[in-house]
């Protein structure tokens, strides 16, 4: 189906092409968010000038616009659309007569500058009676479609003019407003002469529309950023003094498996301004150019930073200094190496704090605890706050105290991407990918068109393969390994994973205590599967390792690789896999006793290779099938021996790892191993 292009929508950790498409025959138009788009040849312009004729209606037409007058932004209006040709009015007022497909010639050309309401007008002005079956500019498989205020709710502005164009021109200059005094009143620059010799870094407003969960637009949102990527190494900012930690998805689900079993009580903060907390370094004075909608200044003043502001290079890791002096203050102990999990005691009563960036998770058995902690951290951060969780980055968060379970899914990042990518109204399956990929099916030279396409596609299922859904992670491993070019083959099994979890988007982890008919443990305490795939890479021949973690009947920690050397054995593939779950079971253990969580006994990690089992327990020098493994590889045997974790024995079918090693084609066995992961 042939469409114009009109520009990018962009919604929460959304991005899409947005298409016009006039109907045939018909005075309804519509517009179309998608990403599955073929970009093609542009409309050409019309042979022969249809306007001439001795009849003499024709007579009274204006005359026909010439090229230099069919400049993008000439154009001002439609005054009357006709079979073959349309009333244009200019800029100066004058009328022209243009073919529809000079005029969509004429659109076409206009795309590339700057969208404004005057094209958007133009476009809903346009009827076009001709057929463009021949014309196949754009090939289109959504069925997504939008009204003709579709600019209004999904494209947010690009800069202030682009703002002030619009009909919502009051309320976004009121969150400009709302932006720029919170700064002032922080103290975040002053407005100075712009000093000599000085280079001033440029600095843009950033507007964003905020949804509700039914898709309507709550507020909008501006904010000030500097362009750090101009900032100069050890001028305006150190190189050591930029990196910030935050707070990873297994802690997350780790903290989430802990309030199922406990009954923590769980609330939500989010630091409004958050970067602008942190303080720029001795010596370091940083200018910035005034961005376009502030306050009337003359034009030799400009800002002088006194604090970081977004987009500097430092100002993620300044603001974490500013919220772990907090911490350190009020006597809160690290739980984690990072610094972004921080736990309060106070006899029986614990307050832990969770945080990524300014979004912070609290859990706690004492309201009056929180309440007192919540009273502090608002005298020193602007913040809002709200007694329940709903989402946290991205993350539905379901808690039932009753039944003391607790559920993390992500169906509506997973329907929202359906509908980026084109595929709401696709047909689901009951399996992601049920064959290995192969580079033979890479095309000989990268197809643009295609990477883009293929790269936002794996980089969304990535986020849903890391956070809430382990059952996808082979397939999202064997997708990765073809972004640089991927082929025909890959873009369709990607579309396939999609299917897949569009057939199964409501599935969640849940946590609970013990969760699963005869969990080898007790509640609070850590186990898991490790398993590999012996040469099954039809490229390499390496094996692939893949290992779960389980606390409280589901999945915390898991992970899909593809080794890094050859393994010559089935149980050597099997203990290199092992080994490398070694540090994720020593760091959960430590996490974990540093919550008040301590294990007890070796963690029990399920195996079904026998060999890999005896080469854990006892030296395994004198074994000539072993004795070429690497030094490193033995790391699981010493683990062993200093009683962090112990292999036991498992039949291959109930070894959940295996749904992370190798695609499969028995639904049956595939969804067994996936309940057993998610926890219900």
């Given amino acids: 189906m042939p469409g114009i292009f009109v520009g990018r929508a962009t919604s929460e950790n959304k991005s899409a092409s947005v298409i016009h498409i006039p109907s045939k025959g018909t005075t309804s138009r519509a517009f179309v968010v998608t990403n599955n788009v073929i970009f093609g040849h542009k409309y050409p312009l019309a042979s022969v000038d249809r306007t001439q004729s001795s009849g003499g209606v024709i007579d009274s037409i204006p005359q026909s616009a010439s090229a230099a007058e069919l ?15 349309l009333v244009v009015r200019l800029q100066d007022s004058s009328l022209r007569t243009v073919s529809h497909r000079q005029f969509y010639a004429y659109l076409i050309d206009a795309q590339d500058s700057q969208f404004t309401q005057q094209y958007l007008n133009l476009l809903d002005a346009h009827t076009l009676f001709e057929d463009l079956s021949g014309f196949e500019d754009f090939e289109i498989e959504s069925d997504v479609c939008f009204s003709a205020d579709f600019k209004q709710k999904l494209v947010d502005p690009k800069n202030h003019a682009d703002a002030m164009a619009r009909s919502d021109a009051a ?22 002469d712009r000093p000599a010799n000085c280079t001033p870094l440029p600095t843009t407003m950033v507007y964003k529309y905020k949804y509700s969960k039914d898709n309507n637009i709550t507020v909008r949102k501006c904010r000030l950023c500097v362009r750090g990527d101009l900032q100069r190494e050890g001028v305006d900012y150190f190189k050591y003094k930029t990196y910030s930690a935050v707070l990873n998805s297994r802690e997350n689900r780790v903290l989430c498996a802990l309030a199922a079993s406990t009954g923590w009580s769980v609330h939500q903060t989010d630091i409004t301004q958050a970067f602008t907390y942190g303080e720029l370094d001795p010596g370091v004075e940083i200018y910035c150019f005034i961005p376009d909608g502030f306050p009337s200044v003359t034009s030799n003043k400009v800002l002088k930073l006194e604090r970081s502001v977004y987009g500097l290079k430092q100002a993620p890791a300044a603001f974490k200094d500013k919220l772990t002096s907090f911490f350190k203050s009020k006597n ?52 809002k706050s709200s007694d329940t969780v709903d989402v946290y980055l991205g993350n539905e968060v379901i808690i039932d105290k009753s039944k003391r379970k607790v559920a993390l899914s992500q169906s509506h990042y997973i329907l929202s991407c359906l509908d980026r990518f084109g595929l709401s109204s696709c047909n689901g399956v009951d399996l992601p990918l049920r064959e290995r990929l192969s580079s033979s099916s890479q095309p000989s030279t990268p197809v643009p068109e295609n990477c883009t396409v293929y790269r936002a596609m794996v980089g969304s299922l990535l986020y849903v393969a890391q956070w809430t859904r382990p059952d996808i992670s082979y397939s999202v491993s064997e997708l990765s390994r073809f972004v640089s070019n991927p082929g025909n083959v890959h873009l369709e099994q990607a579309k396939r994973v999609f299917r897949y979890l569009s057939k199964t988007a409501s599935l969640h982890l849940e946590y609970s205590p013990s969760a699963v008919p005869g969990s080898p443990v007790a509640d609070n305490q850590l186990w898991g599967y490790v398993d590999s795939d012996w040469a099954g890479c039809p490229d390499t ?29 089935s149980a050597e593939a099997e203990f290199i896999a092992a080994s490398s779950m070694v540090q994720e079971v020593i760091f959960l253990r430590k996490f974990l006793a540093n919550l008040g969580f301590q294990q007890n006994g070796p963690t029990p990690i399920f195996a079904d290779n026998e060999t890999c089992i005896h080469w854990s327990e006892g030296s395994v020098g004198g074994s000539d099938r072993a004795k070429h493994i690497d030094l490193r590889k033995h790391f699981v045997h010493d683990a062993r021996q200093q009683g962090i974790l112990q292999l036991q024995k498992i039949d291959s079918e109930f070894n959940a790892a295996d749904l992370l090693t190798k695609p499969f084609k028995d639904t049956l066995l595939f969804e067994r191993h996936r309940k057993h992961l998610m926890g219900f």
């Fill in 541 to 569: 021949r390496r094996s692939t390792s893949g290992y779960v973690l389980m606390l409280n009947g589901a999945a915390v920690s898991w992970r899909c690789k593809r080794q890094s050397v050859f393994a010559l054995s």
């Fill in 71 to 85: 400049i993008p932004g000439n154009v001002s209006a439609v005054d009357k659309v006709m079979k073959t040709h």
């Fill in 171 to 192: 309320a976004w200059k009121e969150a400009e407003i709302k932006e720029v005094q919170g700064l002032i009143n922080r103290g975040c620059f002053k407005i100075v």
């Fill in 332 to 383: 809160f102990q690290a739980v984690n190496d990072s610094g972004t999990v921080w736990m309060l005691t106070e006899g029986s009563s614990v307050l832990i704090t969770a945080c990524y960036v300014d979004d912070v998770l609290h859990f706690t058995n004492d309201q009056k605890l929180y309440r007192k902690f919540r009273q502090s951290f608002e005298k020193t951060f602007d913040v």
